[in-house]
Structure formats: structure tokens, C-alpha cells
Nanobody
Framework: VQLQASGGGLVQAGDSLRLSCAAS????????MGWFRQAPGKEREFVAG????????YYGDSVKDRFTAYRDNAKNTVYLRMNSLKPEDTAVYYC??????????????????WGQGTQVTVSS
């Protein structure tokens, strides 16, 4: 599975942004998907996860109630809607695909495929 993340950019605090992650494979709907981010000098952090059907979603504590993950399996695409952005949301955002999640969506080892990342910069 090849993943292509897009939609990043430079925004101001309080703005919204939507990231997209397009998958190359028609079996995309079989995969759970995750969003992670990495800020300069920091470890990669779990942002959101979504089940193959989209019926279940999971979020990191720092983005709960602000970010929403959803997917359109007909378009082989998963999205991350980000509202009320803060400067601390500045990071490279990665999407990732997991054939199945055995334990936790927040565990990077669950994911077999990763996109190249898209930069999100939030100015104060």
C-alpha cells in the first residue's frame, strides 16, 4: 500500500485545516488507518486512529475534541479534520495503514505502511 498525505500548510492559531491521505490499493477498506505527527526534536506522537469501516475512532489526548478522523473507502482516502489549531500542533503529519490492530491504535508497530508526511505549521 502506498500512502500519499497532503493538505498541510501554514495557518494561524484558531484556524482549521483538513489533511488527506490517499491510498494506492483497492483493498484500502481492509486497513485500519492512523495519523501520527512529529515536531522538531520530539518523538513521533499518535494523533488519531480509525477502524477499517470508520465506525470507531481514537484520538490522542492533546487533540481530542479538536481533531476528527474519517474516511471514504470508495475514494481510498482517509482524512483528518483539524479545528482550533494551536502553535503546538506544528509538526509533520504522517498517515499509516495497518492490516489489523492487535492492541492499540496508538502503537506505531501496528502499522505496516507509512506515507511521506505533510508539514503543518501553526503561527501564533
Amino acid at each position: 500500500v502506498q500512502l500519499q498525505a497532503s493538505g498541510g500548510g501554514l495557518v494561524q492559531a484558531g484556524d482549521s485545516l483538513r489533511l488527506s491521505c490517499a491510498a494506492s490499493r483497492r483493498t484500502f477498506s481492509n486497513y485500519a488507518m492512523g495519523w501520527f505527527r512529529q515536531a522538531p526534536g520530539k518523538e513521533r506522537e499518535f494523533v488519531a486512529g480509525i477502524s477499517w469501516s470508520g465506525s470507531s475512532t481514537y484520538y490522542g489526548d492533546s487533540v481530542k475534541d479538536r481533531f476528527t478522523a474519517y474516511r471514504d473507502n470508495a475514494k481510498n482516502t482517509v482524512y483528518l479534520r483539524m479545528n482550533s489549531l494551536k502553535p503546538e500542533d506544528t509538526a509533520v503529519y504522517y498517515c499509516a495503514a495497518a492490516p489489523y490492530v492487535r492492541s492499540r491504535y496508538g502503537d506505531e508497530s501496528e502499522y505496516h505502511y507509512w506515507g511521506q508526511g505533510t508539514q503543518v505549521t501553526v503561527s501564533s
